[in-house]
Antibody, heavy 116, light 109 residues
């Protein structure tokens, strides 16, 4: 069974860059299915951030596209997320997910707070 | 962008009762790309239904999905205490590729 584990700083200053990684185990990040990032502000619903295919092609949520980069290190089975120019509205639990059209496997999530 | 609207916002039922949750799309969604998730407090969402009506092997058969086009339904035939949670529908396929409904909270009466 695929396992996903997010890691990264829990606190980021406003206007800074949020950087998270996701370690994939029990499967390969290069499998036919692909990975995405999803976030959830405290007490609110789910928001899809973007996805990366095994080819390296990416799709991003238009609302975040100018600020987000998703990449993958196949040799380490690791997924990365970078979000620039963060503000308080970017405070959320960030999830690494896998599965393609639907999200079969989820990491436990990591809370990132944007605050000075 | 395809907007998914879930109703009701909150559903109050008792264990043993039947729950019917609705997900309406602003444009037609391929059944292949409609999924449902369950989320309990402090936990990541869990996939319940994919392709509108298919169930992963570890999901109990009291959970079922149906619908097509713009109207989809998640039904829980007989509520168990562990079923009280928030439920989200999700579609894939249109820009942005993936969107979620705002969620339905299923609470114990």
């Amino acid at each position: 069974q695929v396992r996903l584990q997010e890691s990264g700083p829990g606190l980021v200053k406003p206007s800074g860059t949020l950087s998270l990684t996701c370690a994939v185990s029990g499967g390969s990040i290069s499998s036919p299915k692909w990975c995405s990032w999803v976030r959830q502000p405290p007490g609110k619903g789910l928001e899809w951030i973007g996805e990366i295919f095994p080819s390296g092609r990416t799709n991003y949520n238009p609302s975040l596209k100018s600020r987000v980069t998703i990449s993958v290190d196949k040799s380490r089975d690791q997924l990365s997320l970078k979000l620039t120019s963060v503000a308080a509205a970017d405070t959320a639990v960030y999830y690494c997910v896998s599965g393609g059209w639907y999200f079969e496997y989820w990491g436990q999530g990591t809370l990132v707070t944007v605050s000075s | 962008e395809i907007v998914l609207t879930q109703s009701p916002g909150t559903l109050s039922l008792s264990p043993g009762e039947r729950a019917t949750l609705s997900c309406r799309a602003s444009q037609s969604v391929s059944s292949r790309f409609l999924a449902w998730y369950q989320q309990k407090p402090g936990q990541a969402p869990r996939l319940l239904i994919y392709a509108a009506s298919s169930r992963p092997t570890d999901i109990p058969d009291r959970f079922s999905g149906s619908g097509s086009g713009t109207d989809f339904t998640l039904t829980i035939s007989r509520l168990e205490p562990e079923d009280f949670a928030v439920y989200y529908c999700q579609q894939y396929g249109s820009s942005p590729p993936a969107t979620f409904g705002q969620g339905t909270k299923l609470e114990s009466k």
